[in-house]
């Protein structure tokens, strides 16, 4: 570890899991959703505000899920945040030039600066029904485990700690962010980190979706739109020419017959297909949209290359396919436009972070897993910063669908209450 969250985070952070790395107690459970032995003081009250005000969070849950985030115009989602963290006594509440919220909670000297954030956007466009549906237990739309259970999350901890008067040597930053889903590509946290707050961030925790597991590994990912363009013409009269679709499905075979290691994690898909006009024209154009991804840097640089190979050996193959005439002068032509790079990156779970976060759930009465998946926190690990990314308690199914579900269950405030026990942990207010 190096940098300066290594002096002063370390000590702070480690005694706070010492205090609550203990076996928990049912009783202990119901009053506070905490594990048995020694809750520290400053942390005590915070997590009773959470309990206390469950039936809040998950208001803010489903109203802040009713402002639609399509991506790349989250505005008016992110301008009632804005409301709400000024609301809640957050200092120098602001939104940045690409649009992430950001609002602060003032340490009192000599800590690190510890971010929490939710992300804003969703993945579904313009016009999806954003209404929230009450069906039994469970709350149903778009999104509504991601992001706008992190969102809530994140309300749920600025509250409690304003309510609870907690101080810590630490500044905790609030941010709701932009670009986290599909083609934003990670804006918002390239900017927090490369502008905004650059050589600021000592640790950073990102919430998102639902359940209580911890992602301490970094999933990068090459995303590319992939397009073959010809003349086109008559399916009948212009026969014997290059056809882009035929090329592209020479491309496809190819891809679906790569062999990837299991470990590490490597995959390939081809999400969504584009081209032609007509059942009896041949198409001028057709592109393809591929993601390929892995939790190895070296592994993910080995895919792209077999990948490059392939959309070109498809290109050459078509085109020498066809010699008849007129083909020659029909010669298709190969067009790759990067759509989203997402860094990978190596943390252990033995990271001062990660044990951080697996102790103090513990603690509250849970074991959270550890695993490897593509978050906002791809781009703090990538640049060698601690970073997580943890769930924001209850259940759900159906992420990046219209039938997106969460039910909070009987304990749903373990999740915000968690959240608070790392951020007030690794600021160093345990004591």
Not at 213 to 221: H, L, W
Not at 268 to 285: K, M, P, W
Request: aromatic content about 6%; hydrophobic content about 40%.
């Amino acid at each position: 570890m190096s940098g300066p969250w290594s002096a002063r985070g370390a000590a702070a952070a480690g005694m706070v899991v010492a205090a609550l790395a203990l076996a928990s107690d049912d009783a202990a459970a119901q009053r506070g959703g905490r594990g048995a032995g020694t809750i520290p003081p400053a942390l005590a009250p915070v997590l009773e505000s959470i309990r206390a005000h469950n039936d809040w969070t998950l208001a803010q849950q489903v109203s802040v899920c009713e402002i639609p985030a399509p991506p790349f115009k989250e505005g008016a989602r992110a301008a009632e945040v804005k409301r709400r963290f000024e609301a809640l006594g957050l200092a120098r509440v602001r939104i940045d030039s690409v649009g992430n919220v950001i609002g602060e909670r003032a340490g009192t000297g000599g800590g690190p600066t510890v971010v929490l954030a939710g992300h804003l956007d969703t993945v579904f466009p313009e016009g999806t029904d954003v209404h929230v549906r009450h069906e039994g237990n469970r709350l149903a739309a778009p999104g509504i485990g991601d992001d706008c259970r992190g969102l809530a999350v994140l309300l749920s901890v600025a509250r409690a700690l304003g309510e609870s008067k907690v101080q810590t040597p630490g500044t905790i930053v609030f941010v709701a962010d932009v670009g986290e889903e599909g083609a934003g590509n990670l804006r918002g946290m390239r900017h927090l980190f490369g502008r905004e707050m650059k050589g600021k961030i000592d640790y950073f925790i990102s919430v998102d979706g639902t359940g209580l597991d911890v992602t301490s590994r970094a999933v990068g990912s090459h995303r590319y739109r992939v397009s073959y363009l010809g003349p086109g013409g008559h399916s009948y009269g212009r026969f014997g020419i290059p056809n882009p679709i035929h090329a592209m499905g020479r491309a496809i075979a190819k891809v679906a017959d790569f062999q990837v290691p299991q470990s590490p994690k490597t995959t390939f898909n081809v999400g969504i297909v584009r081209g032609g006009t007509s059942v009896n024209s041949i198409a001028a154009e057709a592109s393809m949209d591929v993601d390929l991804r892995s939790e190895s840097a070296r592994e993910l640089d080995v895919l792209d290359g077999k990948f490059q190979s392939a959309i070109r050996s498809a290109l050459d193959e078509e085109n020498a396919r066809w010699t008849g005439k007129g083909a020659e002068t029909a010669r298709l032509s190969l067009r790759v436009d990067t759509i989203g790079i997402r860094p990978t990156g190596a943390q252990a779970d033995s990271a001062l972070i990660v044990r951080t976060a697996v102790e103090l759930g513990r603690a509250l009465g849970f074991s959270p897993r550890t695993g490897a998946s593509s978050t906002d926190a791809n781009i703090p690990i990538s640049l060698g910063i601690p970073a997580i990314t943890i769930d924001g308690g209850g259940r759900g199914g159906g992420a990046h669908s219209p039938d997106e579900w969460y039910e909070d269950g009987e304990r749903g405030w373990l999740g915000p209450q968690w959240a608070a026990a790392v951020v007030v942990g690794l600021a160093g207010g345990g004591d």
